[in-house]
Each structure stands twice: as structure tokens, then as C-alpha cells.
């Protein structure tokens, strides 16, 4: 693995996340987030069928030939088209993450992904699934990269852990308490 402190350059990226504005990032940086968790190398970039559509096949051109690359994770908004037409150009599993949007609430987005054509297929995550995005590319590179299956039980215990120990609280509080508490927290967080 190579040393990661600039992963988000990587010249032999895991993974490739694009997404189809700077808007988008509060979302995508969810699976950044967790890449770099991982300490997988990703390449991050913003780009658009719409508004760059000669960057688009020539980073479909790029991601070809880059043999590191095992999986692409696009997150788009509205007429999300970005998953879509880069899926159609290359043979890497891609992942889409619909966007939720101020006026149609990501339905746009979602519908948009996910209902492609046969032949092309977008592994489309829930609205903002970001997170969930970066899990499957981790998964995938994993599958290639075996050193990483570890971190992704670790990551896998890591929710057993928490939900016992919320049920442990549950046990030693009353319901309306771990209620009052809850509130407290993510007040304080
Ligand atoms: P702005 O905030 O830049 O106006 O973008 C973006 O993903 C974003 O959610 C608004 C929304 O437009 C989306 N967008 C696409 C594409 N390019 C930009 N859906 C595309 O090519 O699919």
C-alpha cells in the first residue's frame, strides 16, 4: 500500500469519486471520508456530463487504463446523468450516490441513476448514501486487495459494538431517560 498523505492526488488511485458540483461535496465527503478511514488511495474531482462533457470521456479514457482503479463512485443531483454516461464508457463497477435536491428532494436523482438501460448498469445508493457508497468501493477493492477485508470486519464489529452498547443503556435506563439523554447528546455534539 502505497504512503497516503496526500490521497486525494494519489497517482495510483483505488477508486475514482467524482461528483457533479462543489455543492455536492458536503454529501460525497462521506465516502471520501471513509476511503481515506481505510487509507485507501482515491482520486477526487468535480465533474459533469452536463457542463463537462469532453472531461467526462476523457477521464472515462483515463480510468481504462489505470490498472490500480477497481471502482468509480459518482454522486450527482437533478438530472443526475454523470453515473450514467461514465458507466457507459468503462468497464469498471460504478457506483452512483443521487443527490437529495431542494425541489424534488433527490427523487429526481434517484430515478435518474438508477433506471438505466440493460447494459449499463449504476449500483445506485439510497439519496446522500454516500457513506454507504464508500463502503461497497471498499468492499469491491477488496476484493482485489486483500489486506484491506480486516479493516472492513473491523468496521463491521464496530457496529455490533455500538448497538450493544446502546442496548446496555436501554437495560440500565428507562426508556423516557435514555430518550432525554439522546437528545443531550447530539445537542452537545
Ligand atoms: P450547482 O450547485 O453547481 O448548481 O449544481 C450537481 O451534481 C448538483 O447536484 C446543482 C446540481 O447539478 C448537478 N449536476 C449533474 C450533472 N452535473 C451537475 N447532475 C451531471 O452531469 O449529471
Known sequence: MENNNNPGNSENPYVFVAMGSDSDLPVMSAAVKLLDDLKIPRRLMILSAHRTPDKLFELAEWAEKQESLCAAVLGAGGAAHLPGMFASKVTL?????????????????????????????????????????????????????????????????????????????????????????????????
Open 93 to 189: 463497477p460504478v457506483i452512483g450516490v443521487p443527490i437529495k435536491t431542494s425541489t424534488l428532494s433527490g427523487v429526481d436523482s434517484v430515478w435518474s441513476i438508477l433506471q438505466m438501460p440493460p447494459g449499463i448498469p449504476v449500483a445506485t445508493m439510497a439519496i446522500n448514501g454516500s457513506r454507504n457508497a464508500g463502503i461497497l468501493a471498499a468492499q469491491i477493492v477488496s476484493q482485489r486487495y486483500p489486506g484491506f477485508r480486516e479493516k472492513l470486519r473491523d468496521h463491521k464489529q464496530k457496529l455490533v459494538d455500538s448497538v450493544d452498547e446502546k442496548n446496555e443503556s436501554l437495560k440500565e435506563l428507562d426508556y423516557a431517560e435514555y430518550l432525554a439523554r439522546e437528545l443531550h447528546l447530539n445537542k452537545t455534539q
